[in-house]
């Protein structure tokens, strides 16, 4: 995905890209140095690369131009001053990273989190091609485009589809964002009520798996995520073959209990992870086998169909 978003990119006007296997500040004089009403866009493919230092770095400086727009600094390279400086540009901010470590990132992040909570819009991509997954990035042309700003509020659709990832300020932006790039890329002047439905159609589920995947378990704790859930719905999701999945099915898959001490403990983990997802919504319960849920498996089939 973002091999395939770079590219496509390329030919936007006024937008420089750069990937980040580590930052400082010596890279962001070499890479970055002075940018003036850019749109910039970084991204990490992956965050695993980067030490603890470079990921609070790249988050304190994203924070800022996300927020300001502007950073400036100055900095000593080989033994001479020279500065940063960063006007009027909007991040766009890719990160790839595992569900493992991102529970991690959570937990033990407070720039991440006070980033997370306003500013990013969290996909959990999964893959249900399997089988049938090229080995190389999709890829896409984008025209030379007349950027659309429209003169209309955010649509309320959107905003419900974003409220989960963005505080109330942030998702009214994020919305008329989003509405500006549609019109853009679909050659109009408004945003409807029919295009708000295509576009849900097209990234609500997605939209949706990130707060189901998050919780809670004390208010004076920071949210974590449900690694092993997500582990349980990408299952579900490359094994569209299999019509119903039985709680076995997913033990075998995990090459849980591989001795009889750890049957009922390893069982008794998969029932507590399959009922939360069913209390969300994700699955079906047939008893005693499983399933996704019809507005997933319908979304899920028809990017098959789509990419196959």
């Known amino acids: 995905m973002i091999y395939s978003t770079v590219d496509g990119c390329k030919s936007i006007p006024n937008m420089t890209i750069n990937n980040w296997n580590a930052m400082t500040y010596y890279e962001l004089v070499e890479k970055i140095g002075l940018q003036i009403n850019k749109t910039l866009l970084?991204?990490?493919?992956?965050?695993?690369?980067?030490?603890?230092?470079?990921?609070?770095?790249?988050?304190?400086?994203?924070?800022?131009?996300?927020?300001?727009?502007?950073?400036?600094?100055?900095?000593s390279v080989r033994g001479f001053a020279t500065s940063i400086s960063i006007q009027n540009c909007n991040l766009v901010l890719m990160i790839a990273i595992?569900?493992?470590?991102?529970?991690?990132?959570?937990?033990?992040?407070?720039?991440?989190?006070?980033?997370?909570?306003?500013?990013?819009?969290?996909?959990?991509?999964?893959?249900?091609?399997?089988?049938?997954?090229?080995?190389?990035p999709p890829h896409f042309d984008l025209p030379i485009l007349r950027f659309r700003e429209l003169r209309q509020p955010a649509h309320p659709l959107l905003l419900k589809m974003l409220s989960d990832h963005l505080t109330g300020g942030r998702a009214e932006l994020s919305a008329l964002n989003y509405m500006n790039a549609w019109c853009t890329l679909n050659d109009k002047d408004v945003f409807t009520d029919v295009d708000a439905s295509a576009f849900n159609i097209l990234f609500g589920p997605y939209l949706s798996l990130y707060p189901l995947m998050i919780y809670t378990s004390d208010p004076d704790r920071e949210a974590s995520f449900h690694t092993g859930p997500f582990?349980?719905?990408?299952?579900?999701?490359?094994?569209?073959?299999?019509?119903?999945?039985?709680a076995q099915d997913l033990a075998d898959s995990f090459h849980l209990a591989q001795s009889e001490d750890l049957v009922y403990l390893s069982t008794s983990s998969m029932y507590r992870h399959l009922n939360l997802l069913k209390h969300k919504k994700i699955l079906t319960n047939n008893s005693p086998t499983w399933s996704l849920s019809p507005q997933y498996r319908d979304y899920f089939e028809n990017y098959r169909k789509n990419w196959t």
Do not use: C
């Not at 980067?50 to 996300?66: G, P, T």
């Not at 582990?231 to 039985?246: A, G, L, P, S």
């Open 42 to 75: 970084w991204t990490v493919e992956e965050w695993s690369m980067l030490s603890d230092y470079h990921r609070e770095l790249l988050m304190a400086i994203a924070s800022k131009v996300q927020t300001d727009h502007n950073f400036e600094r100055m900095v």
């Open 98 to 136: 595992q569900p493992f470590k991102f529970g991690k990132l959570m937990r033990e992040s407070d720039n991440w989190n006070s980033l997370a909570d306003d500013r990013f819009v969290k996909l959990m991509l999964v893959n249900p091609l399997q089988k049938d997954t090229k080995k190389y």
């Open 231 to 246: 582990r349980i719905v990408e299952y579900f999701m490359n094994h569209f073959d299999q019509q119903e999945i039985t």
